[in-house]
């Protein structure tokens, strides 16, 4: 209910606010240094768009954050994965700033943080304060950037979205300064012939078209020689002035003899479509190649929101001895863009490369549910768990079952089920559904146990087995020793490992009271922080209890002294 009120007054605020759609000099920047990008709004990233911009740090952990504007913290989230520790302010103008892979949050906040998780007793946690609880201003200091969660380096992940529809928006569009006179970079070009009777320089398949860079910048194609309807897709990043990533582009914009036929732009998207990332790109190449092709045409099953102009779905078709000029340009946030010219002519040619769909027993139908039944594994997809119909390739062998391969992607979740009847009961008891990844090795899936069924719910496709864990985690000291005086310690560390479940939680006390750990799996350690509790015993009697993913769990007691 407290919620639904803040969010009914955050709307009013916002319709009576009548400010422009993005406003310019409102914000200051989340950081005091000069602001370099590892990341791009809407770039592309492994199943959704990049939904804020990822600021550089310098490769150091603990630069002050402020606030970009005044406003109420109004959610905190701390996750071993995702976001990390997250900080979430709703600002008056009816947007909300978003600031993560916190290493920790101003004193104040942190101090919040930390009874809330002494509270509940865990680590993970997501609280939504009271409105206006944990008030900041302007200038604020908010909290100190880190690497937590999934993240690969040091920087901040910021976000602005709209605090009502949620609705991550381009931060960039603010005013933010950031340096950036560079063209976006063309790597590939890609034709698809994609009408039954298509055929693009003599294929009836994607084919790679080769490209030079004139003197005056833009990009030239080698002629395309089609027939029937075809499309374009390319693969391209967008750069700053101030380091080397490879960002996303802001905009694309693909026109035919003059005619915008298709755009589409990183204003803004929702949550929800993110994931339709595998209709726009070649989701196919991707999983070959690793490098993703955006089209500049709409597939089945690509509802997304992005495009501003959409004639024939971005699709181009060619008749026979007419000659067109399609114009792709790739543009940035800032103004630069580069230009590819490609010209098609129309020509009766037959395919040398043909296209053959390998046929197999099993045929999905997109829209419909779909049930399989392979030896002792049942499958069932939901309908619209793929994006368009296809055979799909089923084998079972013992207690291995393959679903096709991972060049098709998922939406939704499917439900992969095994039937354990005739295994030992200690067996099953450290047994879980596994995914053998590209080098076989398994790979842990949740796995729910219910009478003879082992169950897991997923949207990976690949090759399934049933695997076991034996062996309970590990855990060891890193920082200390058995019987230690530790009084001038300000952390206490341990490693802990499990070979192959992985590690499902983790539980501490001293002297029997339970204590905060931190936890982060990029580095197997855990840490406690001396000063989250006044010891009153000279002697501290320290105990970790570690479970896997089955149940296997290792305990671990030491003891020290501080004065
Ligand atoms: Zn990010």
């Not at 509940?120 to 950037?145: C, H, N, Q």
Request: charged letters at 25%; hydrophobic letters at 30%; aromatic letters at 12%.
């Amino acid at each position: 209910m407290k919620k639904r009120i803040s969010l009914l007054f955050l709307l009013i605020m916002h319709l009576t606010s009548g400010q422009e759609k993005f406003p310019k000099d409102v914000f200051r920047p989340p950081l005091d240094i000069p602001l370099i990008l590892a990341g791009t709004f809407g770039e592309l990233r492994s199943n959704h768009f990049h939904s804020g911009i990822d600021i550089k740090t310098q490769q150091r952990q603990g630069l002050p954050v402020y606030a970009i504007g005044d406003g109420t913290v109004t959610r905190i989230k701390v996750s071993h994965w995702g976001y990390g520790k997250a900080l979430y302010i709703a600002h008056p103008n009816g947007y909300t700033s978003v600031y993560a892979h916190l290493q920790k949050f101003s004193p104040e906040i942190e101090e919040y943080v930390k009874q809330t998780q002494y509270h509940k007793r865990s680590y993970e946690i997501e609280v939504f304060p009271e409105y206006g609880k944990l008030k900041v201003y302007k200038d604020s200091l908010i909290a100190y950037t880190g690497n937590t969660g999934g993240s690969s380096g040091p920087h901040l992940h910021f976000e602005i979205r709209s605090s009502v529809t949620e609705k991550p928006t381009n931060p960039l569009l603010y005013g933010l300064d950031i340096r950036d006179a560079t063209n976006p970079t063309l790597q590939g070009l890609y034709a698809y012939p994609l009408s039954e009777e298509a055929v693009v320089n003599q294929s009836e398949l994607r084919v790679q078209i080769p490209f030079s860079r004139q003197p005056d910048g833009t990009y030239l194609a080698e002629e395309v020689k089609a027939k029937g309807t075809i499309g374009f897709g390319v693969a391209a990043y967008d750069r700053q002035d101030l380091a080397a990533n490879q960002n996303g582009l802001y905009k694309l914009e693909q026109k035919v003899n003059g005619t915008l036929i298709s755009s589409f732009d990183f204003d803004s998207f929702s949550f929800g479509e993110t994931r339709l990332i595998n209709t726009l790109i070649d989701y196919e190449y991707m999983s070959k190649y690793r490098r993703r092709i955006q089209k500049c045409f709409k597939t089945e099953g690509n509802k997304l929101s992005i495009y501003g102009e959409l004639k024939n779905d971005g699709k181009i078709t060619v008749k026979e001895g007419l000659n067109y000029t399609v114009e792709i340009d790739l543009k940035d946030l800032a103004g630069n863009s580069t230009r590819l010219i490609i010209p098609v002519s129309g020509r009766r040619e037959d395919a040398v490369n043909k296209m053959e769909i390998p046929k197999t027993e099993h045929y999905i139908v997109a829209g419909k549910p779909n049930n399989f039944e392979l030896g002792k594994v049942k499958l069932y997809f939901p309908a619209n768990t793929f994006y368009s119909d296809f055979y799909i390739d089923l084998r079972a062998s013992g207690d291995t079952v393959t679903v096709h391969n991972n060049s098709v992607p998922a939406h939704k979740n499917f439900t992969l089920s095994f039937n354990t009847d005739g295994y030992e009961e200690s067996f099953l008891q450290t047994a879980f559904i596994a995914r053998l990844d590209d080098k076989l090795r398994p790979n842990y899936t949740k796995t729910y146990k219910r009478g003879n069924t082992f169950t897991t719910r997923t949207r990976s496709l690949g090759t399934y087995t049933i695997a076991q864990d034996t062996i309970p985690p590990k855990i060891r000291s890193k920082n200390f020793k058995s019987k230690q005086w530790l009084t001038n310690y300000r952390y206490l560390s341990l490693l802990i490992s499990d070979d192959l479940s992985g590690i499902n939680s983790y539980e501490a006390t001293l002297n029997g009271e339970w204590i905060l750990m931190e936890y982060e799996p990029k580095t197997s350690t855990l840490t406690y922080n001396f000063d989250d509790k006044i010891l009153d015993k000279k002697q501290c009697n320290l105990r970790v209890v570690v479970t896997d993913n089955v149940g296997n769990s290792t305990t671990f007691t030491s003891s020290f002294y501080r004065k």
